[in-house]
């Protein structure tokens, strides 16, 4: 939500900004706008809608050669997407730039000081306020970094601000307070983003700052200290290599980065499972920092999360009581410390979160923390704040996911899940060591399953090619499936702005199936047969929909004949245990919104009023 990077070196900064803002789009795309420094002030420009249009102007007229300056693209919070609430905001004279993450609580108080003491305030952000504290800061003589650290302390709610001081021209300064921050660290140049994608292409070297730092970066060096101007102490902010390199930030040769990135998910689950067992199937989990003593001890699981990580979640509860009969709860993070949830010692709560900046989630974890309970963050995002604030990660090895809608991120949050509980049974003896190896076995096979259905996409491609008009579409579901049908409806509302609902098949004679009329376009994901009357149920389920005119697109797996009277559309699934279908059910659901969203001429990477890594309440 808001990306933002800072430059200072040698290249051209305007070239490095704007390219940095590229690839930090997808964080937000209502306005962006850019910051230089140059002969002793600052030059500018902003402007409303995607960076496109501020391209556009810079090739129009091109701000003057700088190697120091900064960059915003903006999700918009205070203010419409205007040019005038465009960052970078600037300080009463025009001295200090400023832009900004997040959103500060107390602005309107801070805004009212300052209009009584004559400022005039040129847009409705709150980040403009910031702009003229820290330039107000700045007029007894202190330096940029002064200044950030004295209104720092004035500030109250999330905030990432970086800035520059048209009169500094060798400095960039930055603050955080529960809002991303990363720091590059070059040769002969350093910088500041939101996301490491944004200095990817010059160094792979980061730094991860910790709560309510102040970073200062010049040419050649780089400094940390609290608020109060005092020295960070040594841990609280960590250096590491980012494990990935420039092409995982690019396209690749296709369309979209999602359509790339559910082509990638093979890969991903490869990744996501390597060194996590030993050549016996036994589970491994090196990097988990909590005791076996203590996940013995576990009582209770909550998991947490928002959105595409809530689903991820919901399957985790399925496979998780199977297999270690740990009672489990799921929760959407926003809920959760809202309802006063029983936490105790003995509880363990699981944070799933691609971005690991989601700031519901982190709130989540904060107030389970504060009752005593054991955090356990699933993350995607190496440096970010849940896993850092968390007692234990499991890294998921997706590699960047810059489509706003998650995909490869699902993938391994679900093999997270998985390994997790498998982990969890072998640790407790709630299985035995060959049914844990054989569940591992076949998660194995799953970039293999996955990849075949990648492989079949066109079958998709032209079910979305047909439906091209559809304007309501519902998805169906039992047991893990029905997680999977709020994910392919989820997916379908993010990108192709239709009706979309996903349902417990059991539930629609309660009420949902009056929805149906002719020609709906109903999504029907068949669980594997033989287990618990569960697919016999679903094909009734299939036939009642169809009786009252439905469209029915089946997913079902190889070999599943009974199903094939009620189908007008079958997807065949490869053949895999109930438990793991979600990893095979989703793709096809996947592929059909990317494909319906393309054909209707929407924005794949960048749906409409979204922004990846939600870091606001
Ligand atoms: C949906 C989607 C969102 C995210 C949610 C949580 O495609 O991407 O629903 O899943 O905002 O984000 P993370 O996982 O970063 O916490």
Not at 594 to 600: G, P, Q
Request: one cysteine or more; a negative charge.
């Amino acid at each position: 939500m808001c990306g933002i990077v800072g430059y200072v070196g040698s290249k051209q900064a305007e070239a490095v900004v704007v390219e940095g803002l590229r690839r930090l789009e997808y964080r937000g795309y209502d306005s962006a706008g850019i910051a230089l420094v140059h002969d002793g002030e600052l030059v500018w420009d902003k402007r409303a809608g995607k960076l496109a249009n501020l391209d556009k102007a810079l090739a129009e007229d091109a701000l003057p050669a700088s190697s120091t300056g900064i960059g915003h693209t903006r999700w918009a919070t205070h203010g419409a997407p205007t040019d005038r609430n465009a960052h970078p905001h600037l300080g009463a004279t025009g001295r200090v730039a400023l832009v900004h993450n997040g959103i500060i609580e107390n602005f309107a108080v801070l805004r009212d000081e300052l209009v009584a003491q004559g400022h005039e305030m040129l847009s409705e952000t709150d980040t403009e306020v910031a702009a003229h504290l820290v330039e107000c800061a700045l007029e007894d003589g202190t330096t940029l970094t002064e200044a950030m650290q004295a209104v720092c302390g004035r500030l109250a709610g999330a905030f990432t601000l970086v800035a520059v001081d048209g009169r500094d021209p060798d400095r960039v300064v930055a603050a955080r307070r529960n809002s991303p921050l990363v720091v590059g660290i070059g040769d002969g140049e350093n910088f500041i983003a939101s996301d490491v994608a944004a200095f990817i292409e010059h160094t792979r070297d980061a730094l991860e700052l910790g709560q309510d730092q102040v970073v200062t970066i010049t040419r050649d060096d780089v400094t940390v200290t609290d608020f109060e101007g005092r020295p960070a102490q040594a841990g609280s902010y960590r250096p590491y290599h980012v494990d990935w390199d420039l092409s995982a930030a690019e396209k690749g040769g296709f369309d979209w980065f999602m359509r790339k990135e559910i082509h990638e998910q093979p890969g991903a689950i490869t990744d996501s499972m390597l060194g996590r067992h030993d050549a016996a199937g036994a589970l491994q989990l090196d990097e988990l920092r909590i005791t076996e003593e203590e996940l013995r001890n576990v009582d209770k699981i909550i998991l947490v999360g928002c959105g595409t990580a809530n689903y991820a979640g919901m399957v985790a509860k399925y496979a998780i009581e199977h297999w270690t009969r740990i009672p489990c709860e799921v929760e959407l993070a926003h809920e959760f410390r809202y309802r006063d949830p029983i936490l105790t010692r003995d509880t363990l709560v699981v944070a799933i979160s691609q971005s690991g900046e989601t700031a519901d989630t982190l709130m989540a974890i904060r107030h389970a923390r504060e009752q005593r309970s054991k955090v356990l963050a699933i993350c995607n995002t190496n440096g970010s704040t849940i896993p850092r604030e968390s007692d234990a990660v499991i890294y998921t090895h997706a590699g960047p996911e810059i489509g706003v809608a998650s995909t490869k991120g699902f993938m391994t949050q679900l093999v997270a899940c998985y390994l997790l509980g498998l982990y969890l049974a072998q640790v407790r003896g709630t299985k035995y060591g060959d049914e844990i190896a054989q569940v591992v076995r076949e998660l194995e096979q799953m970039p293999l399953h996955v990849q075949r259905l990648l492989d079949a996409a066109e079958q998709v491609n032209q079910l979305a090619r047909e439906l091209f008009s559809a304007r309501s579409v519902l998805f169906l579901g039992r047991h893990t499936g029905f997680p999977i049908a709020l994910e392919g409806a989820l997916k379908l509302k993010e990108l192709a702005y239709i009706h979309a609902e996903g349902f417990a098949a059991g539930e629609l004679k309660h009420g949902p199936i009056a929805l149906v009329e002719d020609r709906l376009p109903v999504f029907c994901i068949v669980p594997p047969q033989g287990r618990d009357h569960l697919h016999d149920k679903m094909v009734s389920g299939i036939q009642e929909v169809r009786a009252r005119g439905a469209r029915t697109i089946v997913l079902a797996e190889e070999g599943d004949e009974e199903v094939t009277p009620y189908a007008d559309d079958l997807i065949r699934l490869p053949r895999v245990p109930t438990l793991l279908q979600p990893m095979v059910a989703v793709v096809p659901l996947q592929l059909f919104a990317c494909e319906l969203a393309t054909r209707m001429g929407n924005d794949v990477d960048q749906p409409r009023n979204l922004a990846k890594s939600v870091t606001v309440e």
